[in-house]
């Protein structure tokens, strides 16, 4: 079935690189996106890529996908403590557009 | 643009009460979603609508659940009775079509069930 899962924590320093990692299951996902949210608030569409590409960057923000190893990822340069949030991985299905998520990764920037 | 709207933003009630829920999607959005998304876990896909249609609902425990999108426009879900499990944060999302590379959230409507 449908899955996707990720490690639930991260802490790293200001100004460092951040990688947050994701694995789903089913390779029929056509597109697969990063959410961002933080206390109290909704999700906020970061980015997303298209199932054919391998790579996307958008400004501070690369994502990379192996399809082969079905692992998503999200590289955040130079870490801002604004940037302390709840990330999420979701994969969008064919089947009407539906988003499955994992379970989000919590990151913590120190100053 | 203004975003998707949700009410209220917080309600506290007691097990086998009823609530309900508002959603006012982005103006033009044909497909809207609601997500419960439990704390400490991703959002999971209630029910979705395109215009007034019921495209998917296999997550939604429609013995205590239900929804509507009368008009197309505007949705509200219920719960009754409301048990204990039901706290939760409620997402609503809209985009244009089904076929939308992205979905645009509310603000979401936290419930907490005594």
């Known amino acids: 079935g449908e899955d996707v899962e990720q490690s639930l924590f991260l802490s790293v320093r200001e100004g460092d690189s951040s990688v947050i990692n994701c694995t789903y299951t089913d390779s029929s996902s056509t597109y697969l996106y990063w959410y961002k949210q933080e206390p109290g608030a909704g999700l906020q569409l970061l980015t997303y890529i298209f199932s054919n590409m391998d790579m996307k960057q958008d400004q501070r923000l690369t994502v990379l996908l192996n399809k082969k190893d079905k692992h998503l990822s999200l590289r955040i340069a130079d870490t801002q403590t604004g940037d302390s949030a709840i990330y999420f991985c979701?994969?969008?299905?064919?089947?009407?557009?539906?988003?499955?998520f994992g379970q989000g990764t919590e990151l913590s920037v120190k100053p | 643009e203004a975003g998707v709207a949700q009410s209220p933003r917080y309600k506290i009630i007691e097990k086998r009460q009823s609530v309900a829920f508002w959603c006012n999607p982005i103006s033009g959005h044909a497909t809207l979603y609601w997500y419960q998304q439990i704390l400490g876990q991703g959002p999971k896909l209630l029910i979705q609508f395109q215009n007034n249609g019921v495209v998917d609902d296999s997550q939604l425990p429609k013995d205590r659940f239900s929804a509507e999108r009368l008009k197309g426009v505007d949705s509200t879900l219920k719960i009754q009775p409301a048990k204990l499990e039901d706290s939760a944060v409620y997402l609503c999302?809209?985009?244009?079509?089904?076929?939308?590379?992205?979905?645009?959230f509310g603000p979401g409507t936290r419930l907490l069930v005594l």
């Open positions: 999302a809209s985009s244009l079509s089904t076929r939308s590379e992205t979905q645009y």
């Open positions: 979701a994969g969008r299905y064919n089947q009407g557009g539906k988003l499955i």
